[in-house]
């Protein structure tokens, strides 16, 4: 059964924030990325619960996975909707909860 994700406009650009970033010494390693994270979406997709919860972050219903090639990476979806949405993509040293709080609502 094919897998569904929908990245959200803010999810999106994020990836590209990153891509870019990252872009800037090395494009093939952004490449990487990107496939690495688009890739944990894909299986965000499949198996939507193996994220966790952060409620020490947000209150609201998402889960953060952490992207296993690249762990600098959070993923944060809403494992409830069809397709699964991908609300952002964060890099680990940010400060997540700030973040979340100014871009509710998710």
């Known amino acids: ?3 569904s994700y929908q990245l959200t406009p803010q999810a999106l650009d994020d ?3 990153i891509w870019d970033y990252i872009a800037e010494d090395n494009v093939q390693a ?3 990325v990107e496939s690495a994270i688009l890739s ?3 299986n965000l997709a499949i198996h939507p619960l193996i994220g966790s919860k952060r409620t020490e972050i947000t209150p ?3 889960r953060f996975w952490t992207v296993t ?3 600098n990476f959070i993923v944060v979806y809403r494992p409830d909707t069809k397709p699964l949405q ?3 993509v964060l890099h680990a040293k940010r400060n997540i909860k700030a ?3 100014e871009r509710s609502p998710l």
């Open 69 to 71: 090639r690249y762990p």
């Open 40 to 42: 944990a979406c894909n």
């Open 60 to 62: 609201l219903p998402v």
């Open 99 to 101: 973040l979340l709080e």
């Open 30 to 32: 952004a490449n990487r």
């Open 15 to 17: 990836l590209s924030e």
């Open 1 to 3: 059964m094919p897998s």
């Open 86 to 88: 991908v609300m952002s």
